[in-house]
């Protein structure tokens, strides 16, 4: 029997850094990331997969975080369905959301949004047994390094700058992050926003 290979939908362009094409992104569809992932984990991947594969849209993130598993599926279907998305933080987008909004093509945060960076955190039974704990331990180690790994990348974002920030944690500011060059800045009171998303660069 021959092996099969799964393929993912075509890559939506991504532009370069210095040159932001204008969208309108309207008339597209809106979802939002909000709360604990892990609770909403069903939720969340249910509207990640309504929407047409390579179709548009604009994803809100307001969310501490949760799972490492949860915010690496969320990520993984944004680009599996090559799904062309617009993260906009409208409040906190933290340590496990930061992988969906990562994985956005496009991103906007405001002045006031805020981003917490930390390494994953291990949660398990109070009984667990020591040979899990080590198993867990282990596996833990790897992820780690994987998941940072592919947040630089997904950020395109130098790993040491990345890890700076991680380790030991670090709360990162809307304006931190536009500084770095990972988001674009939206103003909530200078008029029409969805003018300024979409005319950003001078565009």
Do not use: N
Request: with cysteine; proline share 3%.
């Amino acid at each position: 029997m021959s092996r099969q290979q799964i393929s993912t939908y075509p890559a939506v362009g991504v532009p370069s850094r210095g040159a932001r094409e204008p969208i309108e992104l309207r008339d597209g569809w809106e979802l939002m990331i909000c709360g604990d992932l892990s609770d909403k984990q069903l939720e969340l991947t249910e509207r990640l997969v309504s929407v047409p594969a390579r179709s548009r849209g604009t994803i809100f993130f307001d969310s501490c975080g949760g799972s490492a598993y949860v915010g690496l599926g969320l990520a993984a279907l944004i680009r599996l369905r090559g799904l062309d998305a617009l993260a906009v933080v409208t409040g906190e987008c933290s340590s496990a959301a930061i992988l969906p909004f990562a994985a956005c093509r496009r991103r906007c945060v405001t002045s006031h949004s805020t981003l917490l960076f930390h390494p994953i955190r291990w949660q398990s039974e109070e009984d667990v047994r020591i040979e899990e704990a080590t198993e867990w331990a282990r596996h833990f180690k790897l992820l780690e390094q994987d998941l940072d790994q592919l947040l630089a990348k997904l950020l395109e974002f130098d790993i040491e700058k990345l890890r700076a920030w991680t380790r030991p944690g670090r709360f990162v500011s809307g304006a931190e992050l536009i500084e770095a060059g990972l988001a674009e800045q939206v103003d909530l009171f200078a008029g029409d926003v969805w003018k300024q998303i979409g005319t950003h660069d001078g565009h």
